[in-house]
């Protein structure tokens, strides 16, 4: 058969390495530059963990055998981005029971669907962090986990979780394609207001489910009941006015008022099976007057519909509500009481991620001027680097070093919301001077 290039366990290589082999077994190495491998023959399991700290570019042309990185055993951790590009029919994934730590981006390109399947898949960098693909295949992860101290993991590509999401810290944010939904055996571990995932998430199965969605640092799961047979359905929240998007002008006459500060979204993609559902209930939105005269609302496409109290758990302020039975509508759910409401919105915008060059200065926040500014009672940035009005909605900041900002606004009904946009900085190349000298 065709020969393999083994790399020892504890080789550490300085420089750039790109090779193209027939067959490769990375046995424990640490790359200190970029590491770039075209296998083009027959894939072979890597036998230990790899650190490295340059990018990293997979590009598997092989049709026999596995490309596996690490199948089991310590970690490997990648401080840059990396790239598995699947160009062949042999199988390439991460490891069995290998654990990748990842700093920055993870990429899946090529022709064909790579993998980390059976694999757990930890992210954990203190950036934004992305997860792309540049084909329509969905991946298959085992395992991911979610414990970053500051930016998000943003989804680009659809992922499938066949085991676990563990949210642990720190925010996964997704897109209304579903671009992440957990299998038949799919769980989720964990869920706070400071981890939870910001868009669509979904899920498939017979089995109830409870949906990690929050936003502005509240954490505002939406649970199902079994839908008995295999169903597909997707959920996320929003702390924004339903009305903007479903007018309140036609309603059950049991509804006097519908709340203003947010919504869920619930869909069913496959299958015919209805679900009862439960509302977690915080102060992110409206007070009322009694939790006896509260109920669940959603829009079937023209009128509020009236879909009762069927349980609650918890107190006036904080809880949960379900339905009063199971429900045929899909789309639009907030709260509603047949007494009054009082809301006040609560929510943050610092603004779109930013990227300016070092030592420039750029806006972020937002005036959010389509709302009263009295119903704000504080407001905070943090850190203070760098910012001109730490103290205002929007402000100016300057380009030191990547930061990511974090906006906290308290309304007067106590209800505190947080978002965060991250300032990333190109170096500026500074001109050498150069002196001239006239010698008369």
């Given at each position: 058969?065709?020969?393999?290039?083994?790399?020892?366990?504890?080789?550490?290589?300085?420089?750039?390495?790109?090779?193209t082999v027939p067959r490769i077994q990375l046995s424990g190495t640490t790359f200190q530059d970029s590491l770039v491998?075209?296998?083009?023959?027959?894939?072979?399991?890597?036998?230990?963990?790899?650190?490295?700290?340059?990018?990293?570019?997979?590009?598997?042309?092989?049709?026999?055998?596995?490309?596996?990185?690490?199948?089991?055993?310590?970690?490997?951790?990648?401080?840059?981005?990396?790239?598995?590009?699947?160009?062949?029919?042999?199988?390439?994934?991460?490891?069995?029971?290998?654990?990748?730590?990842?700093?920055?981006?993870?990429?899946?390109?090529?022709?064909?669907?790579?993998?980390?399947?059976?694999?757990?898949?930890?992210?954990?960098?203190?950036?934004?962090?992305?997860?792309?693909?540049?084909?329509?295949?969905?991946?298959?992860?085992?395992?991911?986990?979610?414990?970053?101290?500051?930016?998000?993991?943003?989804?680009?590509?659809?992922?499938?979780?066949?085991?676990?999401?563990?949210?642990?810290?720190?925010?996964?944010?997704?897109?209304?394609?579903?671009?992440?939904?957990?299998?038949?055996?799919?769980?989720?571990?964990?869920?706070?207001?400071?981890?939870?995932?910001?868009?669509?998430?979904?899920?498939?199965?017979?089995?109830?489910?409870?949906?990690?969605?929050?936003?502005?640092?509240?954490?505002?799961?939406?649970?199902?009941?079994?839908?008995?047979?295999?169903?597909?359905?997707?959920?996320?929240?929003?702390n924004l006015d339903p009305s903007e998007v479903n007018s309140f002008s036609s309603k059950d006459t049991t509804i006097?008022?519908?709340?203003?500060?947010?919504?869920?979204?619930?869909?069913?993609?496959?299958?015919?099976?209805?679900?009862?559902?439960?509302?977690?209930?915080?102060?992110?939105?409206?007070?009322?007057?009694?939790?006896?005269?509260?109920?669940?609302?959603?829009?079937?496409?023209?009128?509020?519909?009236?879909?009762?109290?069927?349980?609650?758990?918890?107190?006036?302020?904080?809880?949960?509500?379900?339905?009063?039975?199971?429900?045929?509508?899909?789309?639009?759910?907030?709260?509603?009481?047949?007494?009054?409401?009082?809301?006040?919105?609560?929510?943050?915008?610092?603004?779109?991620?930013?990227?300016?060059?070092?030592?420039?200065?750029?806006?972020?926040?937002?005036?959010?001027?389509?709302?009263?500014?009295?119903?704000?009672?504080?407001?905070?940035?943090?850190?203070?680097?760098?910012?001109?009005?730490?103290?205002?909605?929007?402000?100016?900041?300057?380009?030191?070093?990547?930061?990511?900002?974090?906006?906290?606004?308290?309304?007067?009904?106590?209800?505190?919301?947080?978002?965060?946009?991250?300032?990333?900085?190109?170096?500026?190349?500074?001109?050498?001077?150069?002196?001239?000298?006239?010698?008369?």
């Open positions: 058969g065709a020969g393999r290039l083994i790399f020892s366990t504890g080789s550490d290589f300085a420089s750039k390495v790109n090779v491998v075209n296998l083009m023959t027959e894939g072979l399991t890597s036998s230990g963990a790899l650190n490295c700290y340059g990018p990293v570019v997979f590009n598997t042309y092989h049709n026999t055998g596995n490309f596996q990185l690490n199948y089991s055993g310590t970690p490997s951790t990648y401080y840059d981005d990396v790239y598995l590009n699947r160009f062949g029919s042999g199988s390439a994934y991460f490891g069995y029971a290998g654990k990748h730590y990842f700093k920055k981006d993870l990429h899946f390109n090529g022709t064909q669907a790579a993998s980390g399947d059976n694999s757990n898949m930890y992210f954990t960098g203190d950036l934004d962090q992305h997860v792309s693909s540049t084909n329509s295949q969905t991946t298959t992860m085992h395992r991911i986990y979610v414990d970053k101290p500051a930016g998000e993991l943003k989804m680009h590509s659809k992922v499938s979780i066949t085991l676990n999401l563990q949210l642990l810290n720190g925010v996964m944010a997704t897109d209304d394609s579903v671009s992440v939904f957990l299998n038949t055996n799919g769980t989720v571990t964990g869920g706070s207001d400071s981890s939870y995932v910001d868009g669509y998430i979904g899920k498939y199965g017979s089995a109830a489910f409870t949906f990690p969605v929050g936003r502005n640092g509240h954490y505002k799961p939406l649970s199902i009941s079994a839908p008995g047979s295999n169903n597909t359905f997707k959920a996320k929240y929003a006097n008022e519908i709340g203003t500060n947010e919504y869920w979204m619930l869909e069913r993609t496959y299958g015919s099976s209805n679900v009862s559902v439960t509302l977690y209930r915080d102060n992110m939105g409206c007070s009322y007057d009694t939790l006896d005269n509260l109920k669940i609302t959603a829009y079937n496409g023209s009128t509020w519909k009236d879909l009762g109290q069927g349980s609650t758990t918890g107190n006036d302020s904080i809880g949960t509500i379900s339905t009063s039975g199971v429900s045929s509508i899909y789309g639009m759910y907030t709260l509603a009481t047949s007494d009054t409401f009082d809301c006040v919105p609560c929510r943050a915008d610092a603004g779109e991620d930013k990227h300016i060059l070092q030592f420039m200065s750029t806006i972020i926040g937002n005036q959010l001027s389509n709302e009263p500014i009295g119903n704000i009672q504080e407001i905070t940035w943090r850190p203070l680097i760098g910012l001109y009005k730490p103290n205002k909605l929007e402000t100016r900041c300057s380009g030191y070093a990547d930061t990511e900002y974090t906006l906290e606004l308290t309304n007067s009904k106590g209800c505190l919301s947080i978002d965060k946009t991250m300032v990333t900085i190109t170096p500026r190349i500074l001109e050498p001077h150069i002196y001239r000298c006239v010698i008369k």
